[in-house]
């Protein structure tokens, strides 16, 4: 069966405070920030506190920054991007990460994709910012995970809700963003439910769920789905707006996540919550899809 836990906060040690935050909630997993989700600023972590959490029963991931963004046309972004993604995946190896997550990004800052020329002048070599945005995030990742051993953690792509240029949204958008970093097995995925439904699944529908991840097996192949962030949705299907909500409360409502919880093309991968309302709403959030996982609760859709 799945573990079930939530993102965890720090307060008062990275270990400390993320081991005391999983025992309240009932965590059997956690997530962490390694650095200010913000921010690019990166700090030398504690060892003692990597130690800790290296040597904890519960399971760890990290989240990478929200800063980053692989595919940006801004070229200092895009190096500091780099560069995030590197320190989050050392950072993730000194705590004994199982994985690290980051969003797939999107294509904003490239130049107009014709440069202005009018469609005649253009020849075979032109690319769309699309195209570019993709070829930049194979030629900063691969190295990175090229460099990756066996106990290091992996690198979760997280699709996201559709918004703007993303490069990475509906399931089968995958297969181009794991072609592009040549579907190295240290690259994985992490599948946000909420973001899922905005771009347009509808895990509601009758068969939604076994349709969705179907799409996603057949973009990313088996086993490439390594972490579930478990988020009901405020708004409805194709919003294409990333808003949380608590598990049954939103327009996804319970079941999905019944069938979620129960499908072998997720076998093996943690279920973390990152739902609103604090250490009570996690702590819920987890007993709902426990419940779920055990078949014992019934559906209460929002």
Not at 35 to 44: E, I, K, L, V
Not at 74 to 97: H, T
Not at 150 to 179: I, K, N, S
């Amino acid at each position: 069966m799945p573990l079930i836990g939530s993102h965890a906060t720090t307060t008062g040690g990275l270990a400390t405070g993320a081991l005391a935050y999983a025992a309240a909630v009932e965590a059997e997993v956690i997530q962490v920030f390694v650095s200010n989700p913000r921010g690019w600023a990166a700090g030398q972590g504690d060892a003692a506190q990597d130690a800790l959490l290296r040597d904890a029963d519960v399971p760890v991931f990290v989240h990478a920054t929200y800063m980053i963004n692989l595919g940006s046309g801004n070229q200092e972004v895009a190096a500091k991007s780099a560069d995030a993604v590197a320190y989050a995946l050392r950072r993730g190896a000194e705590i004994g990460a199982r994985g690290v997550v980051v969003h797939t990004g999107s294509a904003a800052g490239w130049a107009p994709d014709d440069g202005g020329l009018p469609g005649s002048a253009r020849t075979a070599g032109d690319s769309t910012a699309r195209e570019r945005a993709l070829r930049q995030i194979g030629e900063a990742v691969v190295p990175l995970l090229d460099k990756l051993g066996d106990d290091d953690p992996d690198l979760l792509f997280e699709p996201m809700a559709g918004q703007g240029q993303m490069l990475c949204a509906a399931a089968g958008d995958l297969a181009e963003y794991l072609t592009a970093v040549e579907y190295h097995p240290k690259a994985g995925v992490c599948l946000d439910t909420c973001h899922a439904f905005a771009a347009g699944h509808d895990l509601t529908a009758p068969g939604g769920v076994a349709a969705m991840l179907g799409e996603v097996c057949a973009a990313a192949g088996p086993g490439r789905v390594r972490l579930v962030h478990a988020n009901d949705s405020l708004l409805g299907c194709g919003s294409r707006r990333d808003r949380h909500e608590t598990i049954g409360a939103g327009t996804i409502g319970t079941e999905p996540f019944r069938a979620l919880l129960a499908h072998p093309a997720l076998a093996g991968a943690p279920f973390v919550v990152e739902t609103p309302g604090g250490k009570a709403g996690h702590a819920r959030d987890i007993a709902t899809l426990k419940g779920l996982r055990g078949g014992d609760m019934t559906s209460r859709a929002g």
